[in-house]
C-alpha cells in the first residue's frame, strides 16, 4: 500500500494521486487514482491507495485537496517496489479577523480621541492557540494622515478629467435666469452638459469622501481677477459697495460658490461635520478645490471607530 499521512489535516479531506510529469506548467497531470483522508492520529490524516498502476522509478505527486478550513498541499516521490509513506505538510487557512472598536454612542466622553494602543489576547479555543497584539498601536494622527493623503492622491487623480462650472455673474443668461444673480453659484448650470458634468463630479467626490469618514474635506472657492468696479448685481445682491468693496464682494461670490458644492455633497451622503468651507476671491481663476486633510481649523478630527486587521488560523 501507499500511505499518505499528511503533518496535519482533518477527516474527509480528498486527496489523489497524479503522474507527475516533467513540464507539468504546459501538461497537465491525469489522476490516477483516488482517497480520502481519515483521522490517523492527533494532528494526523492518512489514506491509503493501492499500487498496482504504479511504475517503479517513476515519479509521481500526491495532491490535497484545499477545503474551508485547510489549504491546499502536494508531495512528489518516485514509486518503488516496496510500500511508502509520504508525507504532504498542510497548513490551516488563515483568515482576516477585523476588530473594531469605539466609545459607547452617547458617553459623555464620546467626541474624546480613543486610545493609541490597546493590548490585547485572541485565543482559538479548538487549537489551543493564543495570539498576544497591540491594537492601535499607530497613533490617531498618524493614521489620519495617512488616510488624508491617499483620498488626497484619489481626488486630484479624479479631477484630472472633472470639473464644477458656475455661470458667470456678468452673463446674459444669468440675469435673465429665474433665480437670477443667484445662479452664478448654482450647481445646476444653465448649460446641460455643463450640469450633468458638476453632477458628476459632486458624484466622484462624494463617493471618495465616503470612503474616509475619519478624515475632513476642505471645499475652496475662488474667482477670476476682477478690475473694479465689482458687478452691479453681485454688489446689491452682497449689500456691498461696487467700488470700495471688489475684494468682499468677490470672496463673497467665492465662499457661495464653494457653499453650494458643499450642499450637493450633502445631499450625496458626505456628512456635514465632515466639510468646511474656506474662498478667496480675486484669484485668476474661478474653480471649487477638494482637499482632504487631516485637519480641521488646526486640529485632527477624533476618529469614530478604530481598527486593524489580523491573520489567524482557523
Known sequence: KVDF???????????????SPATRDTVQATPLCGGVLVPSGVGYA???????????????????????????????????EEAQEVHVPLDRVLENVTLSWRWPPNAWFERMGLPTSVPITISHEQLGVVEEHVMGAASPRAELEQQAEAALSEVLKFMEDNDVFFNGAKERATRESS?????????????????????????GISGILRRYPDIACQVHGTTTETKPPANELLADSFQMDR??????????????RAEACKAALVARGVPERQLFVTAK??????????????????????????????ALPL
Open 243 to 256: 467700488h470700495r468693496d471688489v475684494d468682499a464682494i468677490m470672496e463673497t461670490l467665492a465662499h457661495r
Open 281 to 310: 476671491g480675486r484669484q485668476g481663476q474661478m474653480k471649487v478645490d477638494f482637499i482632504p486633510t487631516a485637519r480641521r481649523g488646526g486640529s485632527a478630527p477624533a476618529p469614530s471607530k478604530r481598527h486593524f486587521t489580523l
Open 179 to 203: 433665480s437670477g444673480i443667484a445662479q452664478a453659484w448654482a450647481i445646476d448650470h444653465l448649460d446641460g452638459a455643463k450640469r450633468a458634468a458638476n453632477w458628476r463630479t459632486i458624484e
Open 46 to 80: 492518512s489514506a491509503s491507495i493501492p499500487p498496482s498502476n504504479l511504475q517503479v522509478g517513476s515519479t509521481y505527486e500526491v495532491r490535497v485537496a484545499g477545503s474551508e478550513h485547510l489549504a491546499p498541499g502536494s508531495a512528489r516521490f518516485v514509486a518503488a
Open 5 to 19: 499521512i499528511p503533518l496535519a489535516g482533518g477527516a474527509g479531506q480528498a486527496a489523489e494521486l497524479s503522474h
